[in-house]
């Protein structure tokens, strides 16, 4: 009996056809990686940032899924990434920036097993490099989204400066620095049942916040008319159809006689349905105390006269 031995050629063809087998089956091989980390990381006291990746491989993978291992490399340092409580094929690594630093380069790199064809070959994916960067200033929310014109609304945050105006549609509101972390602002005088965009502006530039419902409600002025002496007094009660919300509710009363008429900022308790002032004649004249945002008008007008004895 004779033996034929592979001549050196078929050997050669054999040592192609199982490569060119391995590279097909990576080739069909689908492995998709997706950043979830955001571009900008809020701060926090702890600096310890959270960087999320999801990994996905298509119907007609081939990727053996338990030899799926996500690494992420960071400022030039190869870390394993753990899986997420967030969900199948999510991964999540804390990384602790080091101190006088608020930006980071990072890649995602993945290493898995090709199966299929009773052969078996490692592969690997990995991201384009991506940064990151620490905001010492951002906005977390409005404590509330609606309310009537004059209502208080707070503001959280971070990195919040005395300078710091709140807008509506780009028209500036009172704004109130409470601390770094939070913001008070009151509802301005604005047409009511309508959305306004709420901005935050500084010298470091506009930042958006959100959007706030102006509502319309309506107040009651008692009396109706004011006439006055010089340096007489004389009571005006505002009295509102719901009460006042958290914080109370600034009525923002103007007068176009500003000499003839001297009366303090009113401001309607949280809780309550009206609150009373004293108005004081001034320089004798006639005029008007114009309350806006209020009424079918849009205002409430009631006419005011100072007049010598």
Same mark, same amino acid.
């Given at each position: 009996?004779?033996?034929?031995?592979?001549?050196?050629?078929?050997?050669?063809?054999?040592?192609?056809?199982?490569?060119?087998?391995?590279?097909?089956?990576?080739?069909?091989?689908?492995?998709?990686?997706?950043?979830?980390?955001?571009?900008?990381?809020?701060?926090?006291?702890?600096?310890?940032?959270?960087?999320?990746?999801?990994?996905?491989?298509?119907?007609?993978?081939?990727?053996?899924?338990?030899?799926?291992?996500?690494?992420?490399?960071?400022?030039?340092?190869?870390?394993?990434?753990?899986?997420?409580?967030? +969900?199948?094929?999510?991964?999540?690594?804390?990384?602790?920036?080091?101190?006088?630093?608020?930006?980071?380069?990072?890649?995602?790199?993945?290493?898995?097993?090709?199966? +299929?064809?009773?052969?078996?070959?490692?592969?690997?994916?990995?991201?384009?490099?991506?940064?990151?960067?620490?905001?010492?200033?951002?906005?977390?929310?409005?404590?509330?989204?609606?309310?009537?014109?004059?209502?208080?609304?707070?503001?959280?945050?971070?990195?919040?400066?005395?300078?710091?105006?709140?807008?509506?549609?780009?028209?500036?509101?009172?704004?109130?620095?409470?601390?770094?972390?939070?913001?008070?602002?009151?509802?301005?005088?604005?047409?009511?049942?309508?959305?306004?965009?709420?901005?935050?502006?500084?010298?470091?530039?506009?930042?958006?916040?959100?959007?706030?419902?102006?509502?319309?409600?309506?107040?009651?002025?008692?009396?109706?008319?004011?006439?006055?002496?010089?340096?007489?007094?004389?009571?005006?009660?505002?009295?509102?159809?719901?009460?006042?919300?958290?914080?109370?509710?600034?009525?923002?009363?103007?007068?176009?006689?500003?000499?003839?008429?001297?009366?303090?900022?009113?401001?309607?308790?949280?809780?309550?349905?009206?609150?009373?002032?004293?108005?004081?004649?001034?320089?004798?004249?006639?005029?008007?105390?114009?309350?806006?945002?209020?009424?079918?008008?849009?205002?409430?007008?009631?006419?005011?006269?100072?007049?010598?004895?």
């Amino acid at each position: 009996m004779h033996l034929h031995r592979p001549s050196p050629a078929s050997r050669i063809l054999s040592v192609l056809g199982t490569t060119l087998a391995l590279a097909l089956l990576a080739g069909c091989t689908s492995v998709t990686l997706t950043n979830l980390t955001p571009t900008s990381l809020p701060e926090n006291p702890s600096q310890i940032y959270t960087f999320t990746l999801r990994v996905r491989t298509n119907s007609a993978s081939t990727v053996d899924a338990a030899t799926i291992a996500p690494h992420i490399v960071i400022d030039g340092q190869n870390f394993p990434m753990k899986p997420s409580p967030l +969900g199948q094929g999510i991964y999540e690594f804390e990384y602790q920036l080091p101190p006088g630093r608020d930006a980071m380069a990072y890649y995602y790199l993945v290493d898995y097993t090709i199966v +299929g064809n009773g052969m078996t070959q490692p592969g690997q994916s990995y991201t384009a490099v991506n940064r990151a960067t620490v905001m010492h200033r951002y906005v977390l929310s409005l404590e509330g989204n609606r309310g009537p014109v004059g209502a208080r609304v707070g503001v959280l945050g971070r990195g919040f400066t005395p300078q710091d105006v709140v807008s509506f549609d780009g028209t500036p509101t009172r704004t109130v620095y409470e601390s770094e972390t939070s913001l008070g602002f009151f509802v301005p005088s604005l047409p009511p049942g309508r959305n306004y965009q709420v901005s935050l502006a500084s010298s470091a530039g506009t930042s958006p916040i959100g959007t706030f419902r102006i509502d319309p409600t309506s107040v009651v002025v008692t009396p109706s008319e004011l006439r006055l002496a010089p340096g007489q007094q004389q009571n005006v009660t505002f009295v509102l159809t719901n009460p006042a919300p958290a914080g109370g509710i600034l009525l923002d009363v103007a007068t176009d006689v500003p000499e003839s008429v001297i009366m303090p900022e009113v401001v309607v308790p949280q809780g309550q349905t009206s609150v009373t002032v004293a108005v004081q004649g001034g320089k004798p004249g006639t005029g008007n105390l114009v309350l806006k945002g209020y009424g079918s008008g849009g205002q409430v007008t009631v006419p005011v006269t100072v007049a010598a004895p």
